[in-house]
């Protein structure tokens, strides 16, 4: 067993685990943040993707323990108050989901593309960068158009603050 | 997966004494090979000494047309580092397309060469550009340290360290992803020095990574993409797999080449 310990979502926490404990299964099943979500076992979904000190990751494919000290953010994370993020705001207004399976991975993955293309994203690099995403109904094109419209809203917002 | 208990390194002192006390250890860096395996139960280690938090291991140094990368950098911070950009764009190329985001945040050049996945990328890198890995014991020459499908020179408790490498005047990367896994159906590295070419294949060979002579002698008479017509390697020692025959990598082989030379005169 392993006691770990880690900030979710701003939140400090700990648990003593077994040492095998995938990282979702301690935010899902310890911490009952069921928004990550699990597709697949063999690391190729992206379902499970959240942010391990700023940078997006499969939470399945990292042992809790190697998180233990580290700053996570999960979808649950992302929402200020009854404020939903702009990206995940942009999904909504284009109907970036369907079954919603691998939507919170999707924004997660959609956050960190946006950070790091502070310059602006085309359709090209967004459907590259989710090579690691994968989605089983909407075909892709509203996803890809909702991250680039949370793109130029957030750039926008970017602006208006400098 | 099974049980394991893991162990997190200091240094590098401490990893080779936590790795030489464990029953069956193995080396934990970046994880994304090994905790895939391990769900899979295609591995069982009984520890996991985790080399993600010793700095000694990361960072990637460009002093002229030297290149020292630790083997705890990972794929994201090769494929974003400027001053390897200039003097060897084709390893930050190659970078840049392994796997995806969230692999790469993670993944490591050390337990990519560690691994030697025949279809891995970075093996044909190091191959082509003749480096040397090192390790807490000794330096090894790529050629000498690739020695079969999954197979490497090191031995269980022997730690990469760095991989070392002096750029040459001209590189290229070119490869032909798997369309579902992206790993190389077949990709090739070229490489032209003063004294010769390189060329390196992975994703094709049926012992790994290999040096394809025809393509070398070829391309040191002229290094051009012309240069490759007519030139065929043989498909004796290549891999028939359900995604493609060994005649059908014999081919990709010769087409990833010139694509490959076509990047590296840009
Ligand atoms: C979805 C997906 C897609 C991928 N696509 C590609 C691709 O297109 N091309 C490609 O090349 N790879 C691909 N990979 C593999 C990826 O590059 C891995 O990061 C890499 O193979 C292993 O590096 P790691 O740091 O994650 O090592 P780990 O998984 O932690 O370890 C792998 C092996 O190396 C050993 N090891 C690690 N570090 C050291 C060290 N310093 N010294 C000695 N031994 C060490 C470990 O003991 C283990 O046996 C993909 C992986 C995934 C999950
Ligand atoms: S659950 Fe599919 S990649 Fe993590
Ligand atoms: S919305 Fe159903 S899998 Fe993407």
Known sequence: ?162 | MYETTYHRASSVEDAVKLIGSAEDGKLLAGGQTLIPTMKSRLAAPTDLVDLRQIDALKGIEVSGRSVRIGAGTTHAEVAGHAGLAEVCPALTHLAAHIGDPHVRHMGTIGGSIANNDPAADYPAALLALGATVVTDKREIAAADFFTGLFETALAPDEVITAVAFEAPAKCGYAKFPNPASRYALTGVFVAKRDDGVRVAVTGAGDDGVFRADAIEQALSTSFEPSALEGVSVPADDLMTDIHASADYRANLIVVMAKRAVAAANG
Request: net charge negative; proline share 2%; aromatic share 2%.
């Open chain 1, 1 to 162: 067993m392993s006691d770990v310990s880690m900030v979710v979502n701003g939140r400090n926490v700990s648990g003593s685990l077994e040492d095998r404990t995938l990282l979702v299964h301690f935010l899902r099943d310890t911490l009952g943040l069921t928004g990550t979500h699990v597709g697949c076992d063999t690391s190729q979904c992206g379902a499970c993707v959240v942010h391990v000190d700023g940078k997006a990751v499969k939470s399945c494919t990292m042992l809790a323990a190697q998180a233990s000290g580290a700053e996570v953010v999960t979808i649950e994370g992302l929402a200020e108050g009854g404020e939903l993020h702009p990206v995940q705001a942009a999904f909504k207004e284009h109907h970036g989901l369907q079954c919603g399976f691998c939507t919170p991975g999707m924004i997660m993955a959609a956050v960190d593309m946006i950070a790091r293309h502070p310059d602006g994203l085309d359709e090209a690099t967004v459907r590259d960068e989710l090579e690691g995403n994968i989605c089983r109904c909407t075909g892709y094109h509203n996803i890809v158009k909702a991250i680039l419209a949370a793109s130029e809203a957030m750039a926008g917002k970017a602006r208006q603050a400098a």
